[in-house]
Every structure is written in C-alpha cells, then in structure tokens.
Nanobody, 124 residues
Framework: QVQLVESGGGLVQAGGSLGLSCAAS????????MGWFRQAPGKEREFVAT????????NYADFVKGRFTISRDNAKNTLYLQMNSLKAEDTAVYYC?????????????????WGQGTQVTVSS
C-alpha cells in the first residue's frame, strides 16, 4: 500500500507560479514511478506529467510542456510539480499517483494509488 497526500494548491493569478508537493508513505517510494493528473469541473481526469523511479526520465502532456516541471526527492519520499506561467485553463483538482512499476506511465489505468487531490485555481 502507498498513501499519498498532496499539498500546495491555492489561488493564483494568470501568469503566476505555484508548487505542489505529494508526500508518500508505505511502499518503498524510491522504487515507484509517479505521476500528476488533473480534473477540471465537468471534464475527465487527464494526464499532466510522469517521472520514473530515479527522476532520470520525465514526460509531460503537450499543454504543460515548458511551463511545468515534475521532480522527486526520494530521500524525503516526496513528489513535486512546479507550475509556472499558469493559465485559467490550468484550473483543476490536481492528483498525484503512484504505480507499482518503476517506469513512467501515461494513463490512469497504469496507476494503482491516488491522493485525495488539491485544488488549483487560476484567475484571469
């Protein structure tokens, strides 16, 4: 089992920055690939970014490339998402997720554990 707790969400103006954290406990974090997803009101949950077990491999959805950065600190069992140049359309609940494999994953079905989510609201 893996327990995930997100933090860092809030309200920010368009063009601003926000950093999210995801604290993990349970299963060995350093062997686990992680991801960030988001869900806007009335929309399906969608992939944002993923990182492999040691941080050497990262991938992003096209709509966040160049603006968001995923990273991890295995010593602290923590996953991060730095979000810059935020847009109103980035408004959503952001979820961190963990998968049993150590390689990156892009779809919801590839992930086994989920946090409760943190709200990010970008005002235009």
């Amino acid at each position: 089992q893996v327990q995930l707790v997100e933090s860092g969400g809030g309200l920010v103006q368009a063009g601003g920055s926000l950093g999210l954290s995801c604290a993990a406990s349970g299963r060995t974090f350093s062997n686990t690939a992680m991801g960030w997803f988001r869900q806007a009101p009335g929309k399906e949950r969608e992939f944002v970014a993923t990182i492999n077990w040691n941080g050497a491999n990262t991938n992003y959805a096209d709509f966040v490339k160049g603006r968001f950065t995923i990273s991890r600190d295995n010593a602290k069992n923590t996953l991060y998402l730095q979000m810059n140049s935020l847009k109103a359309e980035d408004t959503a609940v952001y979820y961190c997720a963990a998968r049993r494999g150590d390689t990156v994953g892009f779809s919801i079905r590839e992930y086994d554990y989920w946090g409760q989510g943190t709200q990010v609201t970008v005002s235009s």
